[in-house]
């Protein structure tokens, strides 16, 4: 029973041995994340953005709106694997490496999935807790709790999907989630600043 309930929750271990490195379905999930990071910002503004403009603009903010998917997603998914990949090069492994840049673009899909189990219970917590008025978003303090809750549980889907990867010794994991969650809590405040300090600024 724990099993189970954990391989719900975290994605059964054989889920994270099936990653390929292939580069197609890395392109995929390069569009998901920046649908993630830009969605939540832009669904609130789309009245502002899309309804009732001149066709020039409502172009622009179309295109704007597919390039900023596709440039968040790429700096979000590079900023996250990047540093920690460089750092599990120097852990003790159980078995060596052979395709280093193959398990880059494992380490880099171990974080897209991540996304799966956690985006459903984020939109549904948004819809829950979460009021726009006058297009600006209005956060009550339990989505703050549950919020870090969800970050918690990313880290150790991806922690669980690192180590299946990477064969580390046991003695490793601790190590590895409070990296993998300290940096993801680090990179998601960046990346919202980003996103809705600087980008959403672009749009007309």
């Keep these: 029973m724990k099993k189970f309930l954990i391989d719900r ?10 990653l390929t490195d292939k580069l ?8 998901i994340i920046g ?16 309804y009732n403009k001149p066709s020039e603009i409502l172009v622009y903010n179309i295109s704007l709106a597919l390039c900023i998917i596709i440039l968040v997603g790429l700096l979000d998914i590079l900023f996250f694997a990047m ?10 492994l159980r078995r060596r490496i052979t ?14 999935v991540s996304h799966f189990l956690i985006i459903p219970v984020h939109i549904l917590l948004q819809l829950i807790f979460k009021e726009s008025v006058s297009g600006l978003r209005i956060y009550s303090g339990k989505l703050l709790v549950f919020t ?6 990313q880290s150790t889907i991806i922690t669980r999907g690192i180590y299946v990867i ?10 590895v989630f409070f990296m993998v969650s300290t940096w993801l809590m680090v990179l998601g405040y960046t990346i919202n600043y980003l996103v809705d300090t600087w980008l959403m600024k672009l749009f007309m």
């Design 166 to 175: 990477y064969s580390f010794h046991k003695k490793l994991k601790s190590l």
């Design 9 to 18: 929750l975290l994605f059964p271990k054989t889920f994270f041995t099936k």
């Design 99 to 112: 395709n280093i840049k193959g398990q880059f673009i494992k380490l880099m899909k171990v974080y897209i």
């Design 148 to 153: 870090i809750i969800i970050a918690f549980w």
């Design 83 to 92: 540093p920690l990949f460089d750092i599990f090069k120097n852990f003790a």
């Design 24 to 31: 197609h379905t890395l392109y995929i999930g390069i569009v």
């Design 35 to 50: 649908l993630v990071d830009l969605g939540m910002s832009l669904i609130y503004r789309i009245p502002f953005y899309f």
